[in-house]
C-alpha cells in the first residue's frame, strides 16, 4: 500500500469537514423524502431506499475503476456539479417517477465521488494513525449526523419540503471546489503499454483476501438482518408511538451522538492493533441486537437511548474496520474494493427493504425489529469469529 511519511492532520480534518457539510445535506434530503412519502406507505419508502441504492450496486466496477483511474481534481468537481443540479431539481412539485429519476442520478454521482474520497486517506496518514485517522473523519460525519434529523424535523415542520433540498444542492456543489482548496489529490499510476485497468479487480482481490472476504459476509449477513430499519422506523415513530417530524429528527440524532461520541475517542487515542479487533467486535455485537430493543421499546425516549447504543457500535466498524480494510489493500486497487464492498452491502440493504414492506404490513412493525435483531445477532455469533482470526493473524504476521 502507498503510505505517506507524516500524517497530515490539517488536510485530514478539512477533508473530513467538507465532507461532513455534504453528509449533513444528504440527511436534510434523506429525511424530507422519507417523511413526504410516509403517507403512501411503507412500500413507497422501501421504493425510495431502493431506487437511491440502486447505483452503488450497478455501477460498482465503473465507480471504482474511475476513482483509481482520474485523478481527485477531475472527478468530484464534475460529479459533484452534476449531483447538485439534480437535488436543487427536486424543489420542484414533480411526479414519483421524476422524484425517483432525480434522487437516481445524485446517487450514481455520489457512488463515485466516495470511493474518489476514500483514496485520499492513505495518502494523508500513515499507518500506524489510520484508527486515528479514521475516527476523526467519522468524528465529523456524526456531528452532521447529529444536527442532521433534527434540522430537517425542524425545517420541514417549519418551511415544509424545499429548503432542504435547496440547502444540500448548495454544499454538494460546493465540494467541487474543495480538492482545490485544501490542494489535495490522487494521481493514478500510468498504464504500462498495452496494460488495461480491470474493472472487476476490486471484487477479486476482496473475495481472495481471506479478512475482506470474511468481514464482507459478516456485514452482509448483518445489513440483511436490520436493514428492515430503514423502511419500519418512521412507522414506528410517527404511527405507533405518536412522534412529529421534530421528534423523528430527534431520536435519528442520539444514534450520530453515539456515533460521535465513539468516533471522538478512536481519533484522540491510538490503540494497539488487537484491542482495536476486540473493540470492532464488542461494538458489531451491539449494533447487531438494535433492532431488538427498538421493536421492544414501549416509547421513542426509549428508542433514542438505543439508537445512541447503537451509535457507538457503528464507530466501532467505521473507525476500525474501514481501517483495516484500507490497511491490507494496494492503493491502485483501494477504489475498485471500496465500491465493491459497497456494492455488496447495498444488495444486502435492498434485498432487506425489498420485502420490509411486505413484513410489517403482515407482522407489524414491532414483530418485524425484534426478529430482525434476533437474526442479526445470530449472523453476528456465527461469523465474527472468523474475522477475528484472520485478522489475529496479520496482527501476528506483523
Given amino acids: 500500500m502507498l503510505e505517506t511519511a507524516k500524517t497530515q492532520w490539517s488536510k485530514i480534518q478539512a477533508m473530513a ?15 424530507t423524502l422519507v417523511f413526504r412519502e410516509k403517507d403512501k406507505g411503507p412500500a413507497a419508502i422501501a421504493a425510495l431506499f431502493i431506487v437511491g441504492t440502486l447505483p452503488s450496486i450497478l455501477f460498482a466496477p465503473w465507480a471504482g475503476t474511475v476513482a483509481d483511474r482520474f485523478s481527485t481534481r477531475q472527478v468530484i468537481p464534475i460529479l459533484s456539479v452534476i449531483g447538485g443540479a439534480a437535488i436543487f431539481a427536486q424543489t420542484q412539485q414533480l411526479d414519483t417517477w421524476a422524484i425517483w429519476l432525480l434522487l437516481f442520478i445524485a446517487n450514481t454521482c455520489a457512488s463515485v465521488v466516495g470511493p474518489t474520497w476514500g483514496k485520499l486517506t492513505p495518502l494523508l496518514a500513515t499507518k500506524d494513525d489510520m484508527g486515528r485517522a479514521m475516527g476523526t473523519i467519522q468524528s465529523y460525519f456524526s456531528i452532521a449526523g447529529l444536527f442532521g434529523p433534527a434540522l430537517a424535523g425542524l425545517l420541514v415542520k417549519q418551511t415544509g419540503f424545499v429548503a432542504t433540498f435547496v440547502i444540500d444542492g448548495i454544499f454538494t456543489t460546493f465540494i467541487a471546489v474543495v480538492p482545490f482548496l485544501i490542494k489535495v489529490n490522487h494521481q493514478p499510476e500510468t498504464l504500462k503499454e498495452g496494460e488495461k485497468t480491470e474493472v472487476s479487480q476490486g471484487f477479486k482481490f476482496m473475495m481472495n483476501n481471506a479478512l475482506l472476504r470474511s468481514l464482507v459476509i459478516l456485514v452482509f449477513g448483518m445489513v440483511l438482518c436490520i436493514s428492515v430499519i430503514s423502511v419500519g422506523d418512521v412507522f414506528l415513530l410517527t404511527k405507533v408511538m405518536g412522534a412529529d417530524s421534530l421528534i423523528y429528527g430527534l431520536v435519528g440524532s442520539g444514534f450520530a451522538i453515539g456515533t460521535l461520541l465513539f468516533s471522538a475517542i478512536a ?43 447503537a451509535g457507538i457500535g457503528n464507530a466501532t466498524i467505521n473507525s476500525y474496520g474501514v ?53 442479526a445477532f445470530l449472523a453476528f455469533a456465527v461469523l465474527f469469529p472468523t474475522v477475528y482470526r484472520e485478522q489475529l493473524k496479520i496482527i501476528k504476521a506483523n
Avoid: C
Avoid at 467538507?18 to 434523506?30: H, K, V, Y
Avoid at 476486540?278 to 416509547?299: E, H, Q
Fill in 323 to 375: 481501517g483495516m480494510m484500507i490497511k491490507v489493500t494496494p492503493h491502485e486497487v483501494q477504489g475498485r474494493v471500496f465500491a465493491a464492498f459497497g456494492a455488496i452491502i447495498s444488495i444486502a440493504s435492498i434485498g432487506s427493504m425489498s420485502i420490509a414492506g411486505y413484513l410489517i404490513d403482515v407482522f407489524g412493525v414491532r414483530q418485524v425489529f425484534i426478529g430482525s435483531g434476533v437474526f
Fill in 17 to 31: 469537514i467538507a465532507r461532513a457539510f455534504s453528509l449533513l445535506g444528504t440527511e436534510l434530503t434523506i429525511f
Fill in 267 to 309: 481519533g484522540a487515542k491510538k490503540i494497539k492493533p488487537k484491542t482495536e479487533l476486540v473493540v470492532l467486535g464488542a461494538g458489531m455485537g451491539v449494533l447487531s441486537i438494535a433492532a431488538a430493543g427498538v421493536g421492544l421499546s414501549p416509547n421513542y425516549w426509549f428508542v433514542m437511548v438505543i439508537w445512541f447504543i
